[in-house]
Nanobody, 118 residues
Framework: QVQLVESGGGLVQPGGSLTLSCVAS????????MGWFRQAPEKQRELVAS???????YYADSVKGRFTISRDNAKNTVYLQMNSLRAEDTAIYYC????????????WGQGTHVTVSA
């Protein structure tokens, strides 16, 4: 069992920035592809960004050029740097870990709220 603990959410004005962090309780962090999902009110959860152990990244079209995902394997931590935030980025952001050689093994964090509002 891997516990994922997110932090860094909050209230920010449009155009502002936030950095989310997710710490994983595992000694095998490098074996997981890490991702950030989000769920806005009355919408389905969607993948925002992901990063493999090798550093390959994926971004949803809606965040390309504004968000950056990164990971620090020494700290068992994945980050999501969010710039130029928009009202439509308002959501609960969830950290996700998928075991590379067994994709059915996946873990979720409890979520952190991000609100973009003037």
């Amino acid at each position: 069992q891997v516990q994922l603990v997110e932090s860094g959410g909050g209230l920010v004005q449009p155009g502002g920035s936030l950095t989310l962090s997710c710490v994983a309780s595992t000694n095998t962090f490098s074996r997981y592809t890490m991702g950030w999902f989000r769920q806005a009110p009355e919408k389905q959860r969607e993948l925002v960004a992901s990063i493999t152990n090798g550093g390959s990244t994926y971004y949803a079209d809606s965040v390309k050029g504004r968000f950056t995902i990164s990971r620090d394997n020494a700290k068992n931590t994945v980050y999501l740097q969010m710039n130029s935030l928009r009202a439509e980025d308002t959501a609960i952001y969830y950290c996700n870990a998928v075991l590379v050689f067994a994709p059915s093994v996946t873990f979720w964090g409890q979520g952190t709220h991000v609100t973009v509002s003037a």
